[in-house]
């Protein structure tokens, strides 16, 4: 595992028990290295997982142009998003 900031793993421990139940993926894959693809996570899970994590953070994540492509990509976009939600 890649080393994580305080922050990241704290944004990753969040994003697990928000995946439990609700995106189709066991959170134990979830790794900063897991490609999104490999533990299942295609398009409509992703957008349903960023809607997940902007209630939870409150923050506002654009959907469009959107480009991740492993889980550690989606923990960057939350440490960089965590804030008030914003309007777009």
Not at 51 to 56: I, N
Request: no cysteine.
């Amino acid at each position: 595992m890649s080393s994580l900031s305080l922050q990241h793993l704290e944004i990753l421990q969040r994003l697990k028990q928000i995946v439990i139940g609700r995106v189709p993926v066991d959170p134990d894959q979830l790794s900063p290295e897991a490609n999104l693809e490999e533990v299942g996570i295609d398009s409509f899970s992703l957008v349903e997982l960023v809607f997940l994590a902007e209630e939870e953070f409150n923050i506002k994540i654009p959907v469009e142009g959107l480009r991740v492509k492993t889980v550690g990509d989606i923990l960057h976009v939350i440490a960089n998003g965590v804030g008030p939600a914003r309007a777009y």
